[in-house]
């Protein structure tokens, strides 16, 4: 067996995801903007944690994947009567999700060209997921907690892609605040 073939395949998707030049238009696109309103002065700097030594994005990501972990666990395990609590979980972590992504693009702005190209998949990634939990919000509003449940786990399958994608970000040592390891 060679390494490559005992490199485990999501490991090797997102060392692929690092090389796709196709990536690169879609980077030099977004960049000005991004960095206009994430990645500049004292706002990108606080953003990215550098007043803190340490970087915010992965602190508010324990906010955001947490409370829709929570309801989840109410959704599967809780008793009857929770899924109130739960439609208020998934609120909270998609009220958290917009500073969450906002620190991330402050991170980004200063990132690699091949870290880039995995982070702008980790944010459409993200991006998706949001959908999907504002989805199981709505419909738990309207009183259907069991299409909001289900909502809730497929959305909690696309997250785990995007938090895989910013965990290989984070390992890898690449993303950090200005003297700090991510």
């Given at each position: 067996?060679?390494?490559t073939e005992r490199t485990p395949v999501l490991v090797r998707s997102t060392l692929w995801l690092e090389r796709v030049q196709a990536l690169d238009g879609p980077v030099?696109?977004?960049?000005?903007?991004?960095?206009?309103a994430f990645g500049s002065g004292v706002r990108g700097s606080v953003l990215r944690g550098d007043w803190l030594g340490h970087a915010l994005h992965p602190v508010l990501t324990d906010v955001t994947?947490?409370?829709?972990?929570?309801?989840?666990?109410l959704d599967l395990f809780g008793p009857p009567g929770s899924s109130a609590a739960a439609r208020r979980l998934i609120g909270t972590g998609l009220a958290a999700a917009g500073p969450t992504a906002w620190t991330g693009w402050a991170e980004w702005s200063a990132a690699e060209p091949r870290d880039k190209r995995v982070g702008l998949v980790h944010a459409v990634?993200?991006?998706v997921a949001i959908g999907i939990y504002g989805a199981s919000w709505v419909a738990r509003r309207r009183g259907r907690h069991g299409t909001g449940a289900r909502l809730a786990l497929a959305g909690a399958a696309v997250s785990s892609a995007g938090a895989y994608l910013g965990g290989h970000l984070a390992q890898a040592g690449r993303t950090r605040a200005s003297g700090a390891q991510a």
């Open positions: 067996m060679s390494p030099r696109a977004l960049e000005p903007y991004v960095r206009k994947l947490g409370t829709w972990t929570s309801a989840t666990v990634t993200n991006g």
